[in-house]
């Protein structure tokens, strides 16, 4: 199996995983008991909401940042190019 079957095949294992841990989380945890022991292994309830617009908003942060990055970039190398043709 080359790299790169085995990385996509452990981002897809743990897309996976992520995916059932916080369907679990959101889905049947509201009706388990409160004292139940499944309980214990779930962070409360309310991070259910904070933490996946956490990510949302460092994915979008990230996103923009990269953008910005090559615009300049690509501007900077335009300009580059522009001095070099009027020396």
Do not use: H
């Not at 945890?29 to 214990?40: A, I």
């Amino acid at each position: 199996m080359s790299c790169d079957k085995l990385v996509g095949l452990g981002m897809l294992t743990v897309a996976t995983v992520v995916f059932i841990y916080y369907s679990v989380w959101v889905l049947v945890l509201p009706f388990v008991e409160t004292d139940s022991l499944l309980q214990n292994l779930f962070p409360p309830r309310d991070y259910a909401i904070k933490l996946p617009l956490i990510l949302l908003v460092s994915a979008v942060f990230a996103v923009t940042a990269f953008i910005g990055n090559v615009i300049i970039k690509n501007a900077q190398k335009e300009k580059l190019k522009k001095s070099k043709k009027a020396n």
